[in-house]
Structure formats: C-alpha cells, structure tokens
C-alpha cells in the first residue's frame, strides 16, 4: 500500500530540537520531490522547507538556519531537523511527496504536533 508514515513530534522547551521522519512506502522515492508543511491553529498550511530530486533544498524565511531537510533514498526516508526551536514553530507538522512522471503520485502523511513551550 502507497503511504507516507510520520514520526518524531513532541513536546519541547524553546530552544530544543527535534527530528521528524517520513517514511514513504513508495516506488523511485530518489526522483520525488519531498516536503514539509506545518498548520497552526487558526492558520492556513505553510511550506516549510523541500527537497527535490538532487539535493537541493528551499527553505522559508522564518526557518532559514534553523531546520534542515534531508532524506536517505536507500531507506525511502525524509526528515525535517528542527534546532532553537521557538514557540511560533507549534504546529501540526505533515510530509508530502509528490512525483510527477509515471508512476506519478501526490502523498500526504498523517501529521505530527510539535508543540514549542516558552
């Protein structure tokens, strides 16, 4: 079955760190494309950061510096580092990959709360 899996949220002080994980269960994983996306109470869902197929990675402003995305094709896995984390980070954190050439899918993971505390 085509999934994505999500782990690694939590609850942590300001200023801590945490790693979230995707787990795709996916065909050619290296040539998709792989985001991160969070959704805040109240508030519409933003991207966050995404990697394409070689590597290169984008970031938004708020996170530069601090969030690192990655992934290991050998383990069909992504993952979101998330250091001098800050309360404005809370938010339900989602994975997304996407592959646009056949087979072409467009996933979503189940979501994960990270909760920043001041």
């Known amino acids: 079955q085509v999934q994505l899996v999500e782990s690694g949220g939590g609850l942590v002080q300001a200023g801590g760190s945490l790693r979230l994980s995707c787990a795709a269960s996916?065909?050619?994983?290296?040539?998709?494309?792989m985001g991160w996306y969070r959704q805040a109470p109240g508030k519409q869902r933003e991207l966050v950061a995404s990697?394409?197929?070689?590597?290169?990675?984008t970031y938004e402003d708020s996170v530069k510096g601090r969030f690192t995305i990655s992934r290991d094709n050998a383990k069909n896995t992504g993952y979101l580092e998330m250091n001098r984390l800050k309360p404005e980070d809370t938010a339900v954190y989602y994975c997304?990959?996407?592959?646009?050439?056949?087979?072409?899918?467009?996933?979503w993971g189940q979501g994960t709360q990270v909760t920043v505390s001041s």
């Open positions: 996916v065909r050619f994983f290296s040539t998709s494309t």
């Open positions: 997304n990959v996407v592959r646009r050439l056949f087979p072409s899918y467009n996933l």
């Open positions: 990697i394409v197929s070689g590597d290169i990675t």
